[in-house]
């Protein structure tokens, strides 16, 4: 994985509560990068809670958008040039998959340089992606959770009963075959 440090990021969707602003937007505001967070255009006051949270965490340059997945709006549009977007456990709903990777795809097209780093939780061996990477002509690699230490049982921290399965995908635009999604 690159170095994400300098590079302009967006978040999708911003896990804007503080403890989603404090653990993942921070960090990269501090290594330089130019960070953009959103959420629902739909959840006006959720929005709102993120901007509060950039606020009480000293990061009142970050700018906070409404992006709905599956909807092409002036805000996505007129988005600046991206580097990564991520977005952690956005493959929640299976009723939404197709939405965040149809938003995605509109972003790598815009940004043909860019990467979508997305993690998520496996809930049932029915739901995949594969299909919708492929109609919407992606590509994806697997990256080891063990490449940066996050193999363990209690991932991040979290004493939640059970084995959970967590992945990290890199999703680009297809260009050449890859191995391991």
Known sequence: ????????????????????????????????????????????????????????????????????????????????????????????????????IATVTFLLKKNPRAEFWTTYQERSADWSIEALLHKWQLQCASVPLISFNANSAQLAGSTLPGRHTVQMLIVSLKTKPLVGC
Request: aromatic share 8%.
């Open 1 to 100: 994985m690159a170095c994400m440090c300098g590079r302009q990021q967006l978040f999708l969707p911003s896990m804007c509560g503080h403890t989603g602003v404090r653990s993942w937007t921070r960090p990269s505001w501090r290594c330089g990068c130019k960070v953009l967070l959103s959420d629902s255009a739909r959840l006006p006051l959720c929005l709102e809670n993120c901007r509060r949270s950039c606020a009480a965490n000293g990061l009142e340059t970050v700018r906070v958008l409404g992006l709905t997945w599956g909807e092409v709006s002036p805000d996505l549009v007129l988005l600046p040039a991206l580097d990564i977007i991520l977005g952690s456990d956005v493959f929640y709903e299976p009723e939404d998959f197709e939405d965040v």
